[in-house]
């Protein structure tokens, strides 16, 4: 697997997955599935899919950036792909530009997961992948407190919790 992607990559991965099978995805379903693309990642490669820490929020796991960048579609569907501003030094100037970003063409093993969780997830609406990612055990469901500020957005959803709980979700999936 190539380096950890900024979280616009994996979400256009998903959104590109969505338009070739004719669907359209919400941004609580894409959250939802780059969440669970980089827990999948963590558990079988050992490597993080993105570079960006997964945030325990009152309504679930957050990617924050992603969030943001799509919190104005709502609960409706998104109509274009997921985009992140780059800062360029060069001599004394820094020059911004706007990247549309995937995964490195070469990078099969991450392009593999993306299909896999696709395939296993794609079809779910938003609030069933929501629910899934509230389950007891969960990752967001050990490291959200209610009552610590319910407006709270920070809280850190640690890499190792989220590895053992899908490598935990493997186990089960593939014992006899």
Excluded at 23 to 31: A, C, D, F, G, I
Excluded at 85 to 97: F, G, Q
Excluded at 147 to 172: F, M, R, S
Aim: proline share 6%.
């Amino acid at each position: 697997m190539g380096a950890p992607y900024v979280p616009s990559a994996i979400a256009n991965e998903f959104l590109e997955r969505a338009a070739k099978a004719g669907k359209t995805l919400t941004p609580m379903q894409l959250l939802k599935l780059v969440y669970m693309a980089h827990g999948w990642s963590l558990a079988l490669t050992e490597n993080p899919l993105i570079n960006e820490c997964v945030q325990a929020w009152k309504y679930g796991p957050v990617v924050p950036s992603l969030f943001h960048e799509f919190k104005s579609f709502g609960g409706g569907t998104i109509n274009r792909l997921s985009e992140y501003v780059d800062y360029l030094e060069e001599s004394n100037s820094i020059e911004i530009v706007v990247k549309k970003p995937f995964i490195d063409e070469g990078d099969v093993p991450s392009k593999t997961l993306i299909d896999w969780v696709w395939q296993k997830y794609g079809s779910y609406t938003g609030k069933a992948l929501s629910a899934m990612t509230h389950l007891d055990g969960s990752p967001w469901k050990v490291t959200y407190k209610p009552g610590e500020g319910e407006n709270h957005t920070n809280i850190v959803i640690q890499n190792e919790v989220i590895k053992a709980y899908y490598k935990k979700l493997w186990a089960e999936r593939n014992a006899v």
